[in-house]
């Protein structure tokens, strides 16, 4: 499975802002610029990015940055209240009511300055959720061009099924990556592959940059050996096992370095071997495969 509607490696945009690099509107511009110059047209944001800040920056970047709307792919999410000063919660908890989903998507297209979102995703499952509710805020800003597609974003099959029997469900946004394999065996990819569901991957990378110990340095001995076989970078071989798996899985990269920008288009290109596959997947669990 594989959807030419966004590229295939996706702008994650949640450390642009003042969770993380603090870009000025010039410096974001020129990452916008950048992305698409790698062929990296679809960008990936959240009302919650930044304490509700990063989209109101990036719609003025995009402004500045002169692309063709058109040109480009928005993700947006929504559902996630957080307590600070922006919003007057008193507890950070989610809200999915019709009304509030359709103006929190009118908030992002505000801030972002289009009049549509290509993609709306659902950020986080809500035990208090209704299909129903949902349903109606989704009919409605689909009839009224607000939103192209829809999707949620870290939810179980069940979750996903619940929401799935009042409108379709597009993608699902979730964590995966070689040290975080759970969506391959607990049966989320197997339901979004049965239920023509795309899988977006955020983290990518998962914990390899962050981690060391014992078993984390034998897999990136694993790792480097095919890192220098192809002659590429780690990341690049990390990225590469995610694309070969067959949901046809979109990558959601977070770097907000341009060099690992170019290094993650390379890995598009490169197709690891079946065996060497599952020995990056034993490497990372530190055993044989099942």
């Known amino acids: 499975m594989n959807d030419s509607k966004f590229s295939r490696i996706i702008a994650g945009t949640m450390n ?3 969770w993380g690099k603090n870009y000025n509107t010039f410096d974001m511009a020129k990452m916008i610029h950048c992305c698409i110059s790698n062929n990296m047209t679809s960008f990936d944001h959240a ?48 809200e999915y009511s019709k009304e509030y989903i359709i103006w929190s998507v009118e908030q992002s297209l505000k801030n972002l300055q289009t009049d549509y ?21 989704v009919n409605s800003l689909k009839s009224d061009g607000k939103i192209l597609d829809f999707g949620v ?9 619940l929401i799935q029997q009042k409108t379709t469900i597009s993608y699902n946004q979730i964590e995966f990556s070689l040290t975080h394999c759970e969506a391959m065996i607990n ?20 914990t ?12 990136k001995k694993a790792v480097l050996i095919l890192a220098d076989k192809y002659g590429v970078t780690e990341d690049v071989i990390l990225l590469s096992w995610i694309l070969k798996h067959p949901a046809g899985v979109l990558l959601v990269i977070g ?32 055993k044989d495969v099942p």
């Open 153 to 161: 974003s870290n939810f179980t099959p069940s979750q996903t099924a």
């Open 47 to 94: 009302d919650i990015y930044g304490d509700y800040t990063n989209e109101a920056d990036f719609g003025k970047a995009l402004i500045e940055s002169r692309i063709d709307r058109a040109s480009i792919q928005l993700i947006s999410k929504c559902g996630i209240q957080m307590k600070v000063a922006a919003r007057n919660n008193s507890i950070k908890h989610y």
């Open 16 to 18: 642009w802002g003042v």
């Open 187 to 206: 049966g989320s990819l197997d339901d979004m592959q049965l239920n023509n569901i795309t899988p977006m991957s955020w983290a990518p990378l998962g």
């Open 255 to 286: 770097t907000t370095d341009p060099s690992r920008i170019n290094n993650a288009v390379k890995s598009l290109n490169v197709e690891l071997e079946l065996q060497e596959w599952f020995a990056l997947w034993s490497a990372s669990m530190g």
């Open 208 to 219: 390899y940059f962050k981690k060391q110990d014992a078993q984390s340095n034998n897999f």
């Open 117 to 137: 979102l290509d993609l709306l995703l659902l950020h986080r499952p809500s035990p208090l959720m209704q299909a129903d509710e949902i349903s109606a805020a």
